[in-house]
């Protein structure tokens, strides 16, 4: 399966500041997504990066707050803008390779804390 | 959206066969069933996914019944390694209706 680096691995940040995370992969891939998981709970897709257009957006997160670049099959970033302490979460980036019934594959996520 | 529920938590013992069972009452005909492990501070692990009957890999086995409202993980022989938390997930894997629920997933403790 693919090799996922996330980049930075963890941050600490100050409230009303952004970051951005890198996620890159070692082969070409067909999706990306982006994912968050708070501290002892399951993950919530936070939207799809589509290669070349703009991301597609689950039901809670909005483009202005969670800005999304693919500009490749083996790249994306996503930014958490703005941030509040309530952002503080692990973020996760998977990708999926071929064929639609593929299993996805993680990174090891971006462990954010805001103060 | 098809829905899992999964027991929150398991304990077991090194050695033994562990049976997680996943309850998906409302799966639709495209979806597929797929298993992943967790380790604190990684990133979900892809175990297993099947479709229908039976699948098995070099780590387990999945068990699917005719009527694939339910579906059983079965980890062979457990270490103390395999504590983690494993997630069912039941989604359809069509790009153009991409969709998937993370439940809570069950904790499973493997004791000595």
């Known amino acids: 399966s693919a090799v996922i680096s996330q980049k930075p691995s963890r941050d600490i940040c100050q409230r009303g500041t952004s970051l951005t995370i890198q996620c890159q992969v070692d082969?070409?891939?067909?999706?990306m997504f982006w994912y968050r998981q708070q501290p002892g709970q399951s993950l919530t897709l936070i939207a799809t990066?589509?290669?070349?257009?703009?991301?597609?957006?689950e039901s809670g997160f909005v483009i202005d707050k969670f800005p999304i670049s693919r500009p490749n099959l083996t790249f994306s970033t996503l930014t958490v803008s703005n941030m509040s302490p309530e952002d503080s979460s692990i973020y996760l980036c998977?990708?999926?390779?071929?064929?639609?019934?593929?299993?996805?594959?993680f990174g090891d996520g971006t462990r954010l804390s805001i103060l | 959206l098809a829905k899992t529920t999964q027991p929150i938590s398991m304990d077991s013992y090194e050695g033994q066969e562990v049976n997680i069972t996943c309850s998906h009452n409302?799966?639709?005909?495209?979806?597929?069933i797929t298993w992943y492990q967790q380790f604190p501070s990684q990133g979900p692990r892809f175990i297993i996914q099947?479709?229908?009957?039976?699948v098995t890999n070099e780590v387990a086995s999945l068990f699917i019944p005719a009527d694939r409202k339910s579906s059983t993980l079965s980890l062979p022989r457990v270490s103390l390694s395999d504590t983690a938390v494993y997630y069912c997930?039941?989604?359809?894997?069509?790009?153009?209706?991409?969709?998937?629920?993370w439940g809570a997933g069950t904790k499973l403790i493997i004791k000595p």
């Open positions: 082969s070409q891939v067909t999706m």
């Open positions: 998977s990708v999926r390779q071929g064929a639609a019934n593929q299993p996805q594959h």
């Open positions: 990066a589509n290669q070349g257009s703009e991301a597609t957006y």
């Open positions: 409302n799966i639709a005909t495209n979806d597929y």
């Open positions: 997930l039941v989604g359809d894997m069509v790009p153009s209706n991409y969709q998937l629920i």
């Open positions: 099947g479709y229908k009957t039976k």
